[in-house]
């Protein structure tokens, strides 16, 4: 995918490109699928809809991750 624009939007990915991948909802948890049978509990959430927006979320982190894209890390002040 080539960009011109400096910020990806979701509405410039497709559905599948969110919705599979390693991450998945199982009703209030967020999981990792760790590809060996078992998974991992990232976290809870008070609904299923947050479960299921945040695995969107890390899913699209994940693919872009994997695609080499340079994620902007937040500034750390010293003190």
């Known amino acids: 995918m080539i960009l011109d624009d400096q910020y990806i ?3 410039m ?3 599948d490109s ?6 998945y909802a199982n009703k209030n948890a967020v ?3 760790l590809q060996n049978g078992k998974q991992n509990v990232v976290c ?3 609904n299923i809809y ?3 927006g945040i695995v969107e979320g890390l899913n699209i ?6 695609d080499g894209i ?3 890390q937040p500034n750390k002040e010293k003190k």
Request: hydrophobic content about 25%.
């Open 44 to 46: 809870f959430c008070d």
């Open 9 to 11: 939007t979701k509405d």
């Open 50 to 52: 947050r479960a299921q």
């Open 70 to 72: 340079e994620l902007k």
């Open 31 to 33: 999981m990792y699928d």
């Open 13 to 15: 990915l497709t559905k």
């Open 61 to 66: 982190l994940d693919k872009l991750e994997a």
């Open 18 to 23: 969110y919705r599979e991948g390693n991450y």
